[in-house]
């Protein structure tokens, strides 16, 4: 099993451009998650998705859209980057919170600049 | 809304026993989980407290007061390995949103 991939890996992207994040799972997970992760900031919550065709906004959505048309995929877009999206995006999967579910498994990041 | 407070930095020596402390605010409380991070790394899932009380996993343990909305993370007999920061994390049942503290930074000395 791969368990949680993240593609790309790197990305340069200049202000304006648009750019989408793809996230993947093998693990029939049915939550999906992304996070953003910069220096002192810890992980903040942008938008999650409790199932298949559901999103929902986190921490910091603005900017950023998201769409779960097939539970193993979790698509994040940007669709006008500026440079405060310069970040380390994590994707993460979950089952549903109970019992002893309640491991978060985390991709291995992208690491995104936007000049 | 959610918030956690985790301190920046802990320094601790190789072989000793260091406490990271996290307190939260969250109107729906579910659970708190410890999470790991080495430098130019994925968060790995450390443990989760539901109930009060301690939860032993090797030489980790983490401890929840529901009450005190209030958990620890214990780490025994520091390796230079354990070099990394650690996060806190609260799940709200309302709306099942995860929410991350900061982030501690572990500073191992020899």
């Known amino acids: 099993n791969a368990g949680v991939t993240q593609t790309p890996k790197f990305r340069v992207l200049k202000t304006g451009q648009s750019m989408t994040l793809l996230c993947a799972q093998d693990?029939?997970?049915?939550?999906m998650y992304w996070y953003r992760q910069d220096p002192g900031m810890g992980l903040r919550l942008i938008h999650y998705?409790?199932?298949?065709?559901?999103?929902a906004k986190g921490e910091v959505p603005d900017g950023y859209n998201v769409s779960r048309l097939k539970k193993q995929n979790f698509l994040l877009g940007l669709e006008s980057a500026a440079p405060s999206q310069t970040s380390v995006y994590f994707c993460?999967?979950?089952?549903?919170?109970?019992?002893?579910?309640?491991?978060?498994?985390f991709g291995p990041g992208t690491r995104l600049t936007v000049l | 809304g959610q918030s956690l407070e985790q301190p920046s930095e802990v320094t601790a020596v190789e072989g000793a026993i260091v406490q990271i402390n996290c307190t939260y605010q969250?109107?729906?409380?579910?659970?708190l989980s410890w999470y790991q991070q080495h430098d130019g790394g994925a968060p790995t899932f450390l443990s989760y407290?539901?109930?009060?009380g301690l939860e032993e996993t090797g030489r980790f343990s983490s401890f929840l007061s529901r009450s005190d909305s209030y958990g620890y993370l214990l780490l025994q007999e520091l390796q230079m390995k354990d070099s990394a920061s650690y996060f806190c994390?609260?799940?709200?049942?309302?709306?099942?949103?995860?929410?991350f503290g900061k982030g501690t930074r572990l500073h191992i000395l020899p």
């Open positions: 407290n539901a109930l009060d």
């Open positions: 969250t109107s729906g409380f579910y659970g």
């Open positions: 993460a999967s979950s089952y549903p919170p109970g019992g002893l579910f309640n491991e978060q498994f």
């Open positions: 693990m029939n997970h049915e939550y």
């Open positions: 994390a609260v799940r709200d049942h309302r709306d099942d949103k995860i929410i």
């Open positions: 998705s409790v199932g298949e065709g559901t999103t």
